[in-house]
């Protein structure tokens, strides 16, 4: 079995994901992990599956892209097995008035906390601006990393609040 990077991005429009997915079905090939959100009337969808080898699945999904609305692309990975929580789950939440460099900045701060971002998403309505970060934290970093994130939060003028995810819900 193959493992396999998909993305398909392009102009939203009703059925996309399930184009996709009864495409990747009938060449037997079974999804793994998936995500998938409309960014401004766009749409993208990043997945994994094992099964064909890349140029199977690539021409299976080229007729979805014939038109030019979509743009498909596969690749294949090396699996990574199971990887064990690399530290403790958290969410950091952002929000505020819209400005370039939040996103650079906040997560800049997690990093050099020895955190990771696993989900990020980012909206933007109106002129408030809010991020969803998944992260995962070194065991005991999280109340000095508070701290470090208040200040970097206050020279944005946004708000920040991080809190231990509930497992259950991720």
Request: glycine share 8%.
């Amino acid at each position: 079995m193959n493992e396999l990077a998909i993305t398909v991005i392009g102009r939203d429009r009703p059925g996309i994901v399930a184009d996709v997915a009864e495409v990747l079905a009938r060449l037997g090939a079974n999804l793994t992990d998936s995500t998938m959100t409309r960014l401004r009337g766009h749409f993208a969808m990043t997945l994994i599956c094992t099964g064909p080898a890349s140029a199977e699945v690539e021409a299976a999904l080229a007729p979805l892209a014939a038109e030019g609305q979509l743009l498909a692309t596969v690749r294949a990975v090396t699996p990574d097995g199971e990887v064990p929580a690399a530290g403790e789950p958290y969410v950091m939440a952002v929000h505020g008035s819209d400005r370039m460099g939040i996103v650079a900045a906040m997560t800049r701060v997690l990093v050099d906390a020895g955190g990771n971002v696993t989900d990020l998403s980012t909206r933007l309505a109106g002129s408030l601006y809010v991020v969803l970060a998944e992260v995962e934290l070194p065991a005991g970093v999280a109340d000095t990393l508070i701290d470090r994130l208040h200040r970097t939060a206050a020279e944005l003028g946004v708000e920040v609040t991080l809190r231990p995810a509930d497992p259950d819900l991720l």
